[in-house]
């Protein structure tokens, strides 16, 4: 690995999970997206891995997590007139 694991910002579609994977082993994201989708198809697991990559990981070494952005989504107080 070359750097730290983490989502990517920048290199995203969905949360920037396969982003940061393919950052840190320095690898294409197209590959790693490829990868992904293919055992997807065949084994559920690695959607589930996903979901805990994009809940666990910070974005860009210290951003914020999933666990920060759903926490900021439904917390916020609705509109007031």
Known sequence: MKEQLTRSGSDKMIAGVCG???RSF????SIVRIIWVVLSLFF???LAIYAVM????????SGPTGFDDLKNAFSSKPPQA
């Open 20 to 22: 940061g994977v393919a």
């Open 26 to 29: 320095g690898i294409d994201a």
């Open 44 to 46: 559920g697991l690695p």
């Open 54 to 61: 994009w809940l666990v990981l910070p974005v860009d070494g």
